[in-house]
């Protein structure tokens, strides 16, 4: 068979795009991995599903995935033990990749931990020109040194007082995915000039303020070291895509909810399909929010409000609608990804997404047995088509750890948890 040669590129637009994997390509496809979060919580009664392979049945939330239910793993029983007496939004936000509580201003820092999504980009993001893409639809929440609601704004966190940034434009993301390495040439000139100015200062300041020039130093030498690689030749290692349409750039940031997250979805499957990175993070919004979904029929309350329906039928019945809407939106995503063809497998073939809330019970606030969905076939890691259950408070962080693990990154401990999760193969 004739290979293609994994540097070819289409070059249309002023941007660079990778092409997609081809029969034709000297290696095997990657492992991806997404992660999509709603806040809330789920209506736990219309939650969930029993059996496997054809007899696999999904209860009336899961109903927008009938189709592709032979791509899902429906696990119950997990659970953030450390995040289970956190009554609010925040920590129940900020802790689900990261399996943490988050903690108030010491000083002037946010404390959190680092989440499993940027623990695997730090391992295998040198191999793709981005180590992670993060993002939402909804701008993070200035911080307050009473509530700190900005740890309601984020799910991806690369350092404990870090939170990794979003984009909410897909316009914009589009731009990261696609530039044709111009805008990096040029910020390097710009960091070369300001890092011999930088260094020129180093020589007899304060040992703190030495500290905080040294952070610098390092943060400029790992965008040195992006922008050349970038530029530079790739490892016969390397997995390259190889032929497609070149996409089009979005024209606008739409201000209806249903096609700005379906747009933002979008980006996703283009950043996976053309190798621009393999791992993804998606917020549906804030925790806590209150979105506005009346363009459901028969929805009039917002979104947090009809989460706490106190067992309302009529206001349970709105909550449920919105809860469904975005089980639609996952399928939206994981068809698109199953219709991408790679050599005979699709793009959700050779990844995994993650779908999930840190509120189990929206009403009440638990979260002793969340709502997750596993989609995906890990690239042969993964059995699916079935429920899982599993015996009550088993830690998530077990999965997020089987995750880290599929991606080729070795954890030997993250939050609560010690070992990967059984039952997934």
Request: charged share 30%.
């Given at each position: 068979?004739?290979?293609?040669?994994?540097?070819?590129?289409?070059?249309?637009?002023?941007?660079?795009?990778?092409?997609?994997?081809?029969?034709?390509?000297?290696?095997?496809?990657?492992?991806?991995?997404?992660?999509?979060?709603?806040?809330?919580?789920?209506?736990?009664?219309?939650?969930?599903?029993?059996?496997?392979?054809?007899?696999?049945?999904?209860?009336?939330?899961?109903?927008?995935?009938?189709?592709?239910?032979?791509?899902?793993?429906?696990?119950?029983?997990?659970?953030?033990?450390?995040?289970?007496?956190?009554?609010?939004?925040?920590?129940?936000?900020?802790?689900?990749?990261?399996?943490?509580?988050?903690?108030?201003?010491?000083?002037?820092?946010?404390?959190?931990?680092?989440?499993?999504?940027?623990l695997i980009a730090r391992s295998i993001g040198n191999e793709t020109p981005l180590p992670s893409l993060c993002l939402g639809i909804k701008p993070d929440t200035?911080?307050?040194?009473?509530?700190?609601?900005?740890?309601?704004?984020?799910?991806?966190?690369?350092?404990?007082?870090?939170?990794?940034?979003?984009?909410?434009?897909?316009?914009?993301?589009?731009?990261?995915?696609?530039?044709?390495?111009?805008?990096?040439?040029?910020?390097?000139?710009?960091?070369?000039?300001?890092?011999?100015?930088?260094?020129?200062?180093?020589?007899?300041?304060?040992?703190?303020?030495?500290?905080?020039?040294?952070?610098?130093?390092?943060?400029?030498?790992?965008?040195?070291?992006?922008?050349?690689?970038?530029?530079?030749?790739?490892?016969?290692?390397?997995?390259?895509?190889?032929?497609a349409p070149a996409p089009v750039r979005p024209t606008i940031r739409p201000d209806d909810r249903e096609p700005h997250t379906r747009l933002m979805l979008d980006m996703i499957v283009l950043a996976f399909r053309m190798n621009k990175t393999r791992v993804a993070t998606f917020m549906y919004d804030n925790g806590g929010c209150t979105g506005n979904f009346s363009f459901l029929p028969g929805v009039t309350e917002e979104w947090h409000a009809a989460s706490h329906h106190r067992d309302r039928p009529e206001i349970r019945a709105q909550y449920e609608a919105i809860n469904r809407w975005h089980v639609a939106q996952l399928a939206y995503l994981l068809k698109s990804m199953d219709e991408v063809d790679e050599g005979g497998e699709s793009l959700l073939d050779h990844s995994m997404v993650l779908w999930g809330s840190g509120l189990a019970d929206g009403n009440r606030h638990t979260a002793d047995n969340l709502p997750l969905l596993f989609a995906g076939g890990g690239s042969g890691t993964l059995r699916t088509g079935r429920a899982v259950d599993y015996p009550k408070h088993t830690p998530f962080a077990r999965l997020l750890i089987s995750i880290a693990s599929r991606m080729g990154v070795r954890v030997n401990s993250f939050a609560d948890a010690t070992q990967e999760l059984s039952g997934l193969a």
């Open positions: 068979m004739k290979h293609i040669n994994r540097r070819r590129f289409l070059q249309a637009a002023g941007v660079s795009i990778g092409l997609p994997w081809l029969e034709a390509s000297e290696t095997r496809p990657p492992t991806r991995f997404a992660t999509l979060f709603f806040p809330n919580g789920v209506s736990v009664a219309e939650w969930g599903a029993t059996g496997e392979g054809p007899a696999m049945k999904l209860k009336g939330l899961l109903s927008p995935l009938e189709l592709l239910k032979h791509k899902l793993i429906v696990p119950s029983g997990l659970w953030h033990e450390r995040l289970e007496q956190r009554p609010g939004h925040d920590g129940k936000t900020s802790g689900f990749l990261t399996g943490v509580e988050n903690y108030k201003l010491e000083g002037n820092r946010l404390k959190l931990g680092v989440s499993i999504d940027q200035t911080t307050q040194l009473d509530l700190i609601p900005i740890f309601r704004s984020y799910i991806s966190w690369a350092a404990e007082s870090q939170p990794a940034p979003k984009e909410i434009d897909p316009r914009f993301a589009f731009d990261r995915l696609f530039d044709n390495g111009e805008r990096a040439r040029r910020n390097k000139s710009i960091l070369d000039a300001v890092l011999d100015q930088a260094k020129s200062m180093r020589t007899g300041v304060s040992g703190q303020d030495g500290k905080k020039l040294d952070e610098f130093f390092e943060s400029v030498r790992d965008v040195e070291k992006r922008v050349e690689k970038a530029d530079g030749p790739a490892g016969k290692s390397r997995w390259q895509p190889a032929s």
